[in-house]
C-alpha cells in the first residue's frame, strides 16, 4: 500500500463525507420521539426517497468487487446474476407493498406476532440472527477492502471506522437517518458513475468504439447470459433463493411501510425497479472494458481478483462481526447493506 499517497485535500473530502454522514444522524436526532419514528420514520417517508434507499439497500461493496470481478473474467453475465433482484422488486411492489403498508407495523417480526405467536416470533428472530451477524460481518468487510485497496488505509482501522459511522447515524437518526444518508449516497454514485463510465471507455477511443470492440473481439462466452461457470440451472436457482429472500427482508419490507399510503409504496417500488434495471450497466460495462484495457490482472501471478484480498481475513471479518453486534442498529433496522 505504500505507493498509495493521498494529497490534504483528498482526507478533507473524506473526512468531510463521513461527518456529513454522522450530521445527518444527529439532525435527526431529534425527531425521534417514539419508537416508531425510529422504525418507520413516522410513516412519513417520501415515496421517492424510500425508492432511492430500496435500490441502495440492494447495493453493496459486492458490486464494485464480486460483479466488477465476473464481468470482467466472464462477461455480460455479470449483468444477469446482479438483475436477479429486478424480478423479486416487480413480484414484491405488485404483491406484497400494499400489503406491506397495509399492515401497520413497524417491524416485520411484530407482524409474525400478530399472526402467529410471542413464540414464532422470537424463533425466527433468534434464527435470523447468526446469518445477519456473518452477511453484514462480510459486507462491512468487502466495503473495507475497497476502501483500502483505493485509497491505502489500513484494512482493519477502515472497518473500525467506517463500522463506528455507520452505527452512529442508524442509531441516533432511525430509518431518517438511514434513507436520507442512502440519497447523499445515491447522488455521490451517480456522479461517480457518469466520470468512470465516460473516462473508461475513452481509453478505447469512445463508448462506440469500446462497444464495438467488446461485441467484435470477445472471447467465447463473453456476450453470453448464461456464461461457464455460470449455467442456466444456477442462475435460476439465485433468482428463486433472491426471490424467497428479498420479498420477506426487514431491509426491503420497511421501505414499503415506511411511507404515508399503500400508493405510494407501490410507487416506491416501482423507482427501486427502475433504478436496479438501469444501475447495473455503468458497472459492469466498464469492468467488461478492463478485460482488454489491463489483460494482465488476468495472468498469472496476478491474483484473478481485481482488488486483493487482504490479510489476516479471519480476525477483519470477526472485527466486522463485532461492530455488528456492538452497533444493533443494522439489525434493529434490518438494513443489511454493504
Same mark, same amino acid.
Given at each position: ?37 425510529? *422504525? ?13 434507499? *430500496? ?138 458513475? @457518469? ?22 473481439? %470477445?472471447? @467465447? ?15 435460476? @436457482? ?14 426491503? @419490507? ?36 478492463? %478485460? ?47
Amino acid at each position: 500500500m505504500g505507493r498509495y499517497s493521498l494529497h490534504a485535500a483528498d482526507q478533507v473530502v473524506i473526512a468531510g463525507y463521513f461527518l456529513l454522514l454522522a450530521a445527518v444522524g444527529f439532525y435527526f436526532w431529534r425527531r425521534m420521539r417514539h419508537v416508531r419514528d425510529l *422504525f418507520t420514520g413516522g410513516n412519513n417517508i417520501p415515496w421517492w426517497l424510500a425508492g432511492v434507499s *430500496f435500490y441502495l439497500t440492494a447495493f453493496s461493496a459486492f458490486t464494485f468487487v464480486a460483479y466488477s470481478e465476473i464481468a470482467y473474467r466472464y462477461g455480460i453475465v455479470a449483468l444477469t446474476l446482479t438483475w436477479s433482484s429486478v424480478v423479486s422488486m416487480i413480484i414484491g411492489t405488485i404483491f406484497l407493498a400494499g400489503r406491506w403498508r397495509r399492515a401497520r407495523i413497524i417491524s416485520p417480526v411484530e407482524f409474525l406476532e400478530a399472526r402467529y405467536s410471542p413464540q414464532i416470533r422470537q424463533a425466527l428472530a433468534w434464527a435470523g440472527l447468526p446469518l445477519k451477524l456473518i452477511d453484514d460481518g462480510l459486507k462491512i468487510y468487502a466495503t473495507e477492502i475497497f476502501i483500502s485497496a483505493g485509497l491505502g488505509y489500513d484494512l482493519r482501522l477502515s472497518v473500525i471506522g467506517s463500522g463506528v459511522v455507520m452505527s452512529l447515524y442508524t442509531f441516533m437518526g432511525g430509518l431518517w437517518a438511514v434513507v436520507v444518508t442512502d440519497y447523499v449516497q445515491f447522488v455521490i454514485l451517480t456522479i461517480g458513475v @457518469a466520470v468512470l463510465f465516460p473516462l473508461v471507455f475513452s481509453h478505447m477511443g469512445g463508448i462506440g468504439a469500446g462497444l464495438e470492440t467488446i461485441w467484435r473481439d %470477445h472471447p @467465447a462466452g463473453f456476450l453470453s447470459p448464461f456464461a461457464h461457470p455460470y449455467s442456466i440451472l444456477y442462475i435460476f @436457482a439465485l433468482y428463486l433463493l433472491v426471490i424467497l429472500s428479498y420479498n420477506g427482508n426487514w431491509a426491503f @419490507a420497511q421501505k414499503f411501510y415506511s411511507v404515508r399510503n399503500e400508493r405510494e409504496a407501490r410507487k416506491a417500488g416501482i423507482l427501486a425497479t427502475v433504478l436496479k434495471i438501469l444501475g447495473p450497466p455503468p458497472f459492469v460495462l466498464p469492468a467488461m472494458a478492463a %478485460h482488454y484495457l489491463m489483460p494482465e490482472l488476468a495472468q498469472p501471478p496476478n491474483s484473478p481478483h481485481l482488488l486483493p484480498v487482504g490479510s489476516g481475513r479471519t480476525i477483519d471479518v470477526a472485527v466486522g462481526l463485532f461492530l455488528c453486534i456492538s452497533g444493533g442498529g443494522f439489525y434493529v433496522l434490518g438494513r443489511g447493506r454493504g
